[in-house]
């Protein structure tokens, strides 16, 4: 499977930015996704995922109640809606997807097979 993802840059404390990660290869609805980031000398940790409905989310405290993540299943996408952006959001982003026969998720990164290249993000004024 392949993973596609867009929608980084540059935007200011307060604001809004949306990614995308369009999924290709295989049948989008039997993949849970997640995102990730890594800021400059940390370890990649866990932001959000969601269940291969949709019906099942969750988020890492720092960015819960002002991310959302969905998905559209028929345009083979997920999407992180990120508000009330901080600098300590700076980071590269990361969209990951897993196979799945059930309808779970999961904050482990080892957990995930399969990669997006990464997108950058930058808060600053």
């Known amino acids: 499977v392949q993973l596609q993802a867009s929608g980084g840059g540059l935007v200011q404390p307060g604001g809004s930015l949306r990614f995308s990660c369009a999924v290709s290869?295989?049948?989008?609805?039997?993949?849970?996704m997640g995102w990730f980031r890594q800021a400059p000398g940390k370890e990649r940790e866990f932001v959000s995922t969601?269940?291969?409905?949709?019906?099942?989310?969750d988020y890492a405290d720092p960015v819960k109640g002002r991310f959302t993540i969905s998905r559209d299943n028929a345009k083979n996408t997920v999407y992180l809606q990120m508000n009330s952006l901080k600098p300590e959001d700076t980071a590269v982003y990361y969209c990951?997807?897993?196979?799945?026969?059930?309808?779970?998720?999961?904050?482990?990164?080892?957990?995930?097979?399969?990669w997006g290249q990464g997108t950058q993000v930058t808060v600053s004024s």
């Open positions: 990951a997807a897993v196979g799945v026969i059930a309808d779970v998720i999961s904050r482990r990164y080892g957990w995930y097979d399969d």
């Open positions: 290869g295989r049948t989008f609805s039997s993949y849970t």
């Open positions: 969601i269940s291969r409905s949709g019906g099942i989310t």
